[in-house]
């Protein structure tokens, strides 16, 4: 199994740019989380999908951030207009079941200028 | 709202001794509690998990215990290696996984 696949794994735009993480989810896997991680607010969860439909997005920022989940092999977080304090790694994770043990992709690191 | 304190923030042991890091949870609702060990620049890795029907689980060197009525959770690695230093966080599953804030576990050769 190649695990969770999040592209791309850097990111680097100007603010105000519209920026786009992708993920792959393990295949069979009905559930989908998306997580922003800083050194100021740790691992938080953003939004979490089961079987493509958004479960809970309370924590999901401000309307600049929406995620969708088209099918059950991708999903996307879209940030626009960027602004710097969106910089962090974000990481997309999968898991069979509700409380399951997620899988976590190896993140996208996004700077935004 | 849920939220889970972890303790302590950092962790300096020496190589064969054990380390112990503490995790406290507000939602009396929640019924899994996933560690996960993030070594530098990696994505999280689930280490071990426990459920709210069972009060310790072990898997090698490593324990976790819950305590239901208090409402923490604990994780205990025995005899530390080198490889062990990382970062570990705590979850708690009720309407939705919180993590606590990490410890930096270090260890002394």
């Known amino acids: 199994d190649a695990g969770v696949i999040q592209s791309p794994r850097h990111e680097v735009t100007e603010m105000g740019q519209e920026v786009t993480l992708r993920c792959k989810p393990i295949s069979g896997h009905d559930y989908l989380f998306w997580y922003r991680q800083t050194m100021m607010r740790g691992l938080e969860l953003l939004i979490y999908f089961n079987n493509n439909v958004p479960i809970d997005d309370s924590g999901m920022p401000e309307d600049r951030f929406s995620a969708k989940m088209p099918n059950a092999s991708f999903s996307t977080l879209k940030i626009q207009p960027s602004e710097p304090r969106d910089s962090a790694v974000y990481f997309c994770?999968?898991?069979?079941?509700?409380?399951?043990?997620?899988?976590f992709g190896d993140g996208t690191r996004l700077s935004i200028l | 709202g849920e939220n889970v304190e972890q303790h302590p923030s950092t962790l300096s042991v020496q190589e064969g001794d054990s380390a112990v890091i503490k995790c406290t949870y507000s939602d009396s609702a929640s019924n899994y509690f996933p560690w996960y060990k993030q070594e530098l620049g990696k994505r999280p890795q689930l280490i071990i998990d426990i459920r709210s029907n069972v009060g310790e689980k072990k898997d090698q060197r490593i324990a976790v215990t819950l305590n239901k009525t208090a409402k923490h959770f604990s994780l205990h690695i025995t005899e530390t290696q080198p490889e062990d230093s990382a970062v570990y966080f705590c979850?708690?599953?009720?309407?939705?996984?919180?993590f606590g804030s990490g410890t930096r576990l270090s260890i002394r050769p």
């Open positions: 994770a999968s898991s069979p079941g509700l409380n399951q043990p997620q899988h």
């Open positions: 979850a708690a599953w009720a309407s939705k996984i919180i």
